[in-house]
Structure formats: C-alpha cells, structure tokens
C-alpha cells in the first residue's frame, strides 16, 4: 500500500490517491497590504493558478473539459470523438488535482506502461498543456509503450540560495552548503519532517552560520515485531567553523509517526543535553532510537523528527537536524475478488480502490479479467470502492451492458482476509418521471471523508450505451462521512414508435441526440438500398423513402451514407448490421445532419422479410427537440440493500424556462451540465448532449444541497465555452434563463456564485488584464480549444506601452500619474456557425498612478452591454424606432459609476460609413433608438461610446452585431 500525501494548513498536496482536505479558494480581488498576494491578473501565473473552464487532449485522444465551482472543486466531463461517441470514463480526485481515465487507457494502467500523470488533466492545465495554450503534452513518449518524465529542475530559490552561500563561503564543499541550508533552516513551522525537512529556507541564517549540523540522519528500517533488540544509537554530527569554542543545548523536537501524528512515547533520546564544540572541530552527539517504543498503529511506517541545536544567549546559532526511522508495521495478506453481472472476473473497465483510513494509504488497480487483487496491509479500517463493468453478453459483443457500484465504506482487517465484490447481488437503480423519460447519461459517484481532513472521491459516467445500473453499499462508515449517488439526464424520449404497416415493432437507436432526427409524425415507404453506395441509393429510389442500409460489422460510421441519402433526396437512414451484437451508428461529433436510425440484427431480418412480399411503409412518432430536461441527484448516505426506483414529481422540482439564442445559425449547441455536492463531489455526465439554438426548453433540476451547474458551446471544438453561475433550487422554485442574448462580447469572467471576478489590476508598476473574450448578458465563456483570437496593447498619454499578440497581458508602466488607453481586439475564426459579433474592438481610457499603500489597484474597466428586440437568430425588424437599451457594468476591481453619456452608431458596410441613433436617458435608463427601415438582409456594425460619473469610458465595435430581417 503507497502512502498518501497529507495536507498542510489546508493547502491540497498531491496524493497517491484522492485523500486530502479541500480547501476554500481565495477571491480573485484587489488587496490593500502584502498578505493577500497573488500572481498578477494577465500574467501566465495567474492563467495556471486560476479556475477557468478549459480542455484538455489527453494521450488517447479522447478530450476533457474542466470545470470548477466556487470553492474550487474541479469536475470533468469527456467530449464527443470526432466519430461522435462519447467514452466511458472514470475520474478520482487528488485534492485540487483530479484524474480522468478513459477506458482505453486502462490497460496499459493496469501495466504500469502509461504515466498517471498524463490522466491529471488539472495538472496539465496550470503546466500550460491544455487545449487552448499548447498540442503538446509534456512528455517525450509513445502512449502504450515504457513512458520515461524527464527529471525536474532543480527548485530555483534553493539554488540561488547554495550560490549565494558558495560566494560568502567559496572554500565550502557541496555537501558543507547542503548542510548550511539545512542546518539553518527555521524549525518553528508547521508540518513534520516529511513535509518540510529541516524547516524554512534562511538565506542569511546560512551564510552566516558557523557551526554545520548532517542534512539528515538516518535511523534505519526496523521489521516487524519490533524488539528491544532493536534498540540502537546514532550520531548527529556537529561541526564548528568559527576560530572559538561553542556551547550548544540539545533537545528533540516534533516525533511524529507516518500518520503525522505526535509521538508521544520515547522513540528518540539524546544521549547528552549539552555539548561543546571546539573551534575548527567537530563532535558527535549520541542519538538513542528505540523502535519498540509504544506506536498507535497509524504511526507505524516513517517516524520523523528533528534534533535542534541552540547557541549561548544571543549567539544566533540554531542547528536542525533532521532523523528518520522506518518502523515495519504488521502486516496481513487482503485478497479482493471482483465480479460482474455475469459471473465472471470483472474485465474492461472495472477499478478497485483501497484505502487505508487509519494511515491515509491506498491505490487505485484495474482489474483486467484478474482472479483477485492481493494486498499486504497492517491491521486496521479500510475503505473498499469499485467500478465493475459488465459487457453484453454473447460472441463478438463490443458494448458494455451495465455499471455497478459495489462498496464497503469500513471494514476492520485484523487477519489475512478474503473480500468478495460481485455484481450479481447489486440492486437495480432506475428512475421515474412525470412525463415520459429517456435516459441520456448517468453517472455513478461517491466520496468518502474522515478525520475532517481526508477527502477520497470517485466518479464513473456512463453513456446512453449503457442499459443498467446497479450499486451495493455493505455496512457504514463508522468514522467519518460516506456518500454515494447516482446522477441522471434524462428528456423526450426520441423515437417514441416505429412501426411497419404489418404491425412489426422496431426498437431503433439514432447516430446522435442532436436535432437532425426524425420529428413529429409521419410515415414513408422503406426500401433496400444495399450497402448505400450512391448507385444503390439511386437504382432504389429512395427519394422520399427511408433507405434500408447495411453497414459492415466491423464499423459503426455512417456520415458517408447520410450525405449520399441526404443528397439522393430520402427521408432517414435505418440502418443494421449482420452481427447479433448490439451497436450504435456514429456520424461525427457535429452528427450526420440527417436522420439516422439502426436496427438490431433480428429486426432487419423482419424487416427484409417484409420487403420479399412487397411495399412495407413505415410510421413514426418521434420527436427531435425535446421540450424538457431532467437533471436529477440521488444521494445516499447509508447501506444500499434492495433496489431503488427513485419517483420524483415535476411540482416539487426545481423548474427553469431556458431559452437559447443562436450566433445568427441555426444550430445544436453542445450542452453538458454538472452537480456539485457539498463535500466537494463535482459530478458531470457521460453524454455531452446538445440543445436546439435558437429554442427554448423547460429544465427541471433535483432540489436541496446539490448545486447545478451549466456550460454550452456554440460548436466543438472551434466553441466558447459559455458558463452561467451555480444554482440550488428549492423545490417547485421557478426561474427563467436566456443564453446567447443581447450584443455577444467581451465581459468580466464571473465565480461559481455569478460575481463578476477581476478583470484589471495594477501591482506596483505592472497593470495586467484579461476578460471573457464573449459574454451575453448574464453569461460569460472562456475562450474554445481554437478559434478564439485576439490581442491587446497599452498606450500612455499617446505613446505605446506595449502589445501581446494574445486577447490579454501585462505591462511595465511608469509610477507617475497618465492616462491609459487600453485596446483589445477579438475575433473568431474557423466557427461555421458564428455569424454575429465576428470581431469586436473595445477602448478604455483611463488614469492611474502608482499607490505604495496598496498592494493591488482595481483598474477601471467599463463593460458594454445591449438590450437587443432580437429574435433567436439575432436579427431586428426592418422597421423605425427600434429600442437598444444601453448598460455598463464592470469586474471585482471597478464597479461603475453612473453613465453621464452614451453615444451609439451602426453601420451597414462594416464601417466605413456609420449612421448616428438618437440616444436618450430616463431614470438612469439609456436607450438608442435605431431606423432600419428598408435595410431588411443587411448585417448591422455597431459603434458605442459610454463614460461613467468618474470620466472612465469604452468606446467599443462590434462588426456584425445582428442583421435585419
């Protein structure tokens, strides 16, 4: 069993495994002294170190996105393949870090030929290694062969620190500056020695130290049962560099046991509390080590603590010395078998975790078809946990039947023991709605907490691929927390019947869950088109009809036969294959854009049969906008015994009447949502679907503690990721929600609570910005995988500070007082369904001057935002007096004055020549009211100016800011 890393002062630290405390993130504000630092807003620090949403290509392929809530808490979701299948995936949390396995990774895991670290997606984020910053990750290596990570560089403030105790001392040898460092490091810190060695770097203490102690000392390994025997002395070493004699009192300090725990017994005793060291000397100190001392059975392991040396009154000599001893606990044999729903040694997918609750130890093993998984482990409390995953059955089957949760929150180990998790003897888990439902992902997780510091946690998302869940919680935790919950979207179902006019009932699956499937009702003639080449389509006559289509057994594509019935003129695509096993067709992350269906291998033999006797038509009910969602939580914090059929009625959820505009193209947005449990579980789902945009939908949303969160994207992967702020409903609470609405630019980024954070600061003389390069007028996005550019430059009193080649920056700027003008231009590129707001210039002008008295300065930043009579493709009618409302708002660093002006221009040439609105105010309210009369097709530039009460303004451009229709 590895050991955990254990959490300092609340800071999460990297773990073998997800056991760490969570701890609460600072606000991205503007502070007024130095105990609030932080890395400088625009600055590369500050992009690692912050929560944005982002994506991250891992070495499958397979892409994740990122998100956070408030308190930091990260969640993952996996992304269509370019095939349009989403896969399954596993994650765990390591403190703030997670780890995201796709299936296709677990067996060179389970080999040990793959880095782990290639799976920490948010460990790949703050190194730069996420999709929007770089496409190489960083490692030089081959995924599914021996990956070698170059060695870190040496930490640079420790080497500066040995260079500059080589220039006061240059006849020191290396290991005499080690010993400086070490020596002189401050011990009163928190933390033990494993965590902070000898204590806190001291530069100065270590030039001017003048007697040397060991950079540590070892004690030796001790193995079970320890003895009096075992009993044994070292020596600590003190050296004295300085031309006179020096009197040093001995004590030690900070015993602690592998559990970071005090060591109350006499584990470690000097020989002699005082010694003294002659001039030029050096003089060994007896160290007595008893490993038979009384341990708590979680100390055994590294027993740490420090021999701490001090000089006479004020002399200034302070000498610490770390020492070790690794007392060799009691070990036993855990033997854990893992089963599947068939019987068998649980394969593919299927994970273990085991984790130590007394010691903070465990990891993670995929089975991979193994009889059983063998641990030695001291005696003690263990937390079981396990994913196991049951194919379908039969021969050549491809896709997996069911999940399964099987857990065991705490069982005491005190002999060599066999564990048996079966699948067989999980309960089902299913849901009921009001209206009818069908499930578009769920997602089985839970977490297990302890001692109020420890935090391990899991998630598994399963796709619509998938036909059962099941779990089995055995037993309570008795110290500590442990949850389990299972998490469920669900909408219309999308094809409600299909049936032949001879009464046969098909069971179709469709290529995707967009918009481009069959809709409403209907009929039509099916024919066999063969293999669906486009010959066999046309000698079949397909247009009109539905085109009976086989595909290989081999392949699940079916984008080339879409496109080829699409153009032949039919109305769908049913598909099959000859195979009995069960399959999905795959048309392509942006889906086939014609409706595509497949049949199981029995049911075309139906239907072939059919075609021999002559016409067969087909009927249909089926719709391809569902009108509702479902986002629904279940957690349980007790034994799972029997099955659960969780009821839930619309009039006690919670409900919001969603409407979602479009970029001017009628689309499918990419729709992923995630819950956020209070012990820090963030939970996203196994199919990112998509919703209509321009449309409208009702959601209904599980009340209480669960918070919900929600992200879109125009398109993938050129997209935005557009976030709105986390949301608890209590139950029958009704809202309403308009996403994409409004002139679409750039905004403050705002927190999981929907505040906005800081955009613009000044740090001494560096002022740094970067902002939401989109924003509606509630939502912001962070920028997409590609297509999103941009740049920035800073001018003073009219002459250039600089520039980035990047929507965002930091700048050196003198301390006397100028006036700014910043300017940002963004565009996107390469999107086929951006048509509004293709390009925006923003100005800001602004004074500002160096404030020693402060740590960091908010900058005034004025943010644009429009009112728009739109409809859901962002077009206005071609008629007079049309009414744009005109607000400002700001970010954590600048609220707004009043508006004193506001000036608004539009264009139908891109600029080049600009009509004036009349503009007028009433109570604060600023309105321009625009005459496109006559101009119905033409794209609409607008040009705004708006100055605040305190003279801070923004004149911004937005070309193709809607059309008029």
Same mark, same amino acid.
């Given at each position: ?414 002999? /060599?023991?066999?564990? %048996? =998790?079966?699948?067989? *003897? &999980?309960?089902?888990? #299913?849901?009921?709605? $009001?209206?009818? !439902? ?62 032949? /006019?001879?009464?046969? %009932? =098909?069971?179709?699956? *469709? &290529?995707?869950?967009? #918009?481009?499937?069959? $809709?409403?009702? !209907? ?443």
């Amino acid at each position: 069993m590895r050991p955990m890393s254990r959490t300092a002062l609340g800071a999460a630290t990297a773990a073998v495994l997800a056991v760490t405390a969570v701890a609460p993130s600072t606000a991205a504000a503007p502070q007024d002294d130095s105990t609030g630092k932080r890395p400088l807003v625009g600055g590369e620090a500050h992009a690692r170190a912050g929560e944005r949403t982002a994506t991250v290509t891992l070495v499958t392929g397979d892409r994740v996105l990122v998100t956070h809530d408030a308190a930091g808490n990260p969640a993952a979701a996996a992304l269509p393949r370019r095939d349009g299948t989403v896969p399954f995936v596993q994650t765990r949390r390591s403190g703030q870090d997670l780890y995201v396995y796709p299936e296709a990774a677990t067996a060179a895991l389970a080999a040990g030929r793959v880095d782990e670290e290639l799976f920490n997606v948010t460990g790949l984020i703050r190194q730069g290694y996420d999709a929007a910053a770089t496409t190489t990750l960083p490692l030089i290596a081959v995924y599914g062969t021996d990956l070698t990570r170059s060695a870190p560089p040496a930490t640079p403030h420790v080497a500066g620190a040995a260079a500059i105790v080589k220039q006061r001392h240059p006849d020191w040898t290396a290991q005499q500056i080690k010993a400086a460092l070490v020596s002189s490091a401050v011990s009163a810190v928190p933390g033990d020695v494993r965590e902070v060695g000898g204590g806190r770097l001291d530069v100065k203490a270590a030039i001017d130290q003048t007697v040397l102690g060991a950079d540590a000392v070892q004690g030796g390994t001790f193995n079970w049962p320890q003895h009096s025997g075992d009993r044994t002395t070292v020596a600590v070493p003190y050296t004295n560099t300085s031309d006179r004699a020096v009197t040093l009192t001995l004590a030690v300090e900070k015993v602690t046991g592998n559990d970071g725990s005090r060591v109350r017994a006499s584990v470690a005793r000097l020989g002699k509390r005082t010694v003294t060291v002659p001039a030029g000397a050096t003089v060994e100190v007896p160290l007595h080590l008893d490993p038979a001392a009384h341990l708590e059975r979680a100390q055994y392991g590294d027993v740490t603590g420090r021999v701490v040396a001090t000089g006479p009154g004020g002399a200034g000599i302070h000498v610490s010395t770390p020492f070790s001893l690794h007392v060799q606990p009691e070990t036993v044999t855990l033997r854990v078998k893992l089963i599947d729903r068939q019987g068998r040694p649980a394969d593919g997918a299927s994970s273990l975790d085991l984790i130590g609750t007394d010691d903070a130890s465990g990891e993670r093993r995929f089975n991979q078809g193994a009889t059983d998984q063998i641990f030695r482990v001291r005696p003690g409390s263990y937390f079981l946990t396990s994913f196991v995953t049951t194919p379908d059955a039969g021969e050549g089957a491809t896709l997996n039947d069911s999940l399964s949760y099987l857990a065991r929150p705490q069982v005491e180990v005190k002999k /060599d023991t066999t564990l %048996v =998790l079966d699948a067989r *003897t &999980a309960h089902r888990l #299913s849901v009921r709605t $009001d209206r009818p !439902g069908e499930q578009r992902g769920t997602t089985l997780a839970f977490s297990r907490s302890w001692d109020d510091t420890w935090l391990h946690a899991g998630t598994a998302a399963g796709t619509r691929t998938l036909r059962g869940y099941y779990a089995s919680v055995e037993g309570r935790a008795a110290e500590g927390d442990f949850e389990f919950g299972s998490y469920w979207r669900t909408a219309a179902p999308q094809i409600e019947r299909l049936t032949t /006019d001879d009464g046969t %009932v =098909l069971h179709p699956v *469709t &290529a995707s869950l967009g #918009s481009d499937n069959l $809709d409403g009702t !209907g009929s039509a003639r099916l024919v066999d088109a063969g293999a669906g080449t486009p010959e066999e389509l046309r000698a079949a006559g397909v247009q009109g009809r539905v085109a009976l289509v086989r595909v290989p057994d081999t392949s699940t594509a079916v984008s080339t036969v879409a496109r080829d019935a699409k153009a032949a003129g039919a109305v769908a695509v049913l598909a099959y294959r000859t195979s009995p096993a069960r399959w999905y067709p795959s048309a392509g992350f942006t889906g086939a854009g014609f409706p595509v269906l497949a049949v199981n291998s029995a049911e075309r033999a139906a239907l072939l049969a059919e075609l021999s006797g002559g016409e067969v038509i087909l009927s249909w009910k089926a719709t391809a906008k569902s009108p509702y969602l479902y986002n629904l939580a279940f957690p349980e914090t007790g034994a799972i015994r029997d099955d659960k059929v969780y009821r839930v009625r619309d009039g006690q959820l919670g409900r919001t009447e969603s409407t979602y505009g479009s970029m001017g193209v009628a689309t499918d947005f990419i729709d992923n949502a995630v819950a956020y449990r209070p012990n820090g579980t963030a939970v996203s789902f196994g199919a990112v679907e998509t919703v209509p945009a321009p449309g409208s939908r009702i959601e209904f949303s599980t009340p209480g503690d669960t918070r919900w969160g929600h992200v879109l994207s125009s398109s993938f992967p050129f997209g935005e990721y557009m976030t709105g702020a986390q949301h608890a409903y209590t139950a029958g609470e009704r809202r309403t929600e308009r996403w994409y609405d409004g002139v679409v630019a750039p905004t403050a980024p705002r927190d999981a609570a929907g505040k906005p954070v800081l955009v613009a600061e000044r740090q001494g003389n560096l002022i740094g910005f970067a902002d939401a390069l989109w924003g509606d007028n509630t939502h912001h996005a962070d920028a997409g995988s590609f297509g999103d550019i941009g740049n920035v430059r800073l001018s003073r009193d009219g002459e250039l500070l600089g520039e980035t080649g990047w929507p965002f920056g930091v700048f050196d700027v003198p301390s006397e007082s100028g006036t700014y003008t910043l300017e940002q231009n963004v565009m996107k590129v390469g999107s086929k369904v951006w048509a509004r707001s293709t390009s925006v210039n923003s100005v800001w002008e602004f004074t500002s001057k160096l404030d020693e008295s402060v740590y960091s300065q908010g900058i005034p930043i004025l943010f644009p935002r429009y009112n728009l009579p739109e409809d859901g493709l962002k077009t206005l009618a071609a008629t007079d007096g049309q009414k744009i409302g005109l607000t400002a708002t700001g970010h954590a660093g600048y609220t707004p004055a009043a508006l004193t002006s506001a000036t608004l221009s539009y264009s139908y040439d891109g600029g080049s020549t600009w009509t004036e609105a009349q503009v007028s105010q009433q109570g604060g309210a600023w309105t321009a009211t625009v005459n496109h009369t006559g101009a119905a097709g033409k794209p609409v530039t607008l040009k705004t100016r708006l100055t605040d009460a305190h003279g801070n303004s923004v004149t911004q451009t937005v070309v193709r800011a809607y059309d008029v229709r």
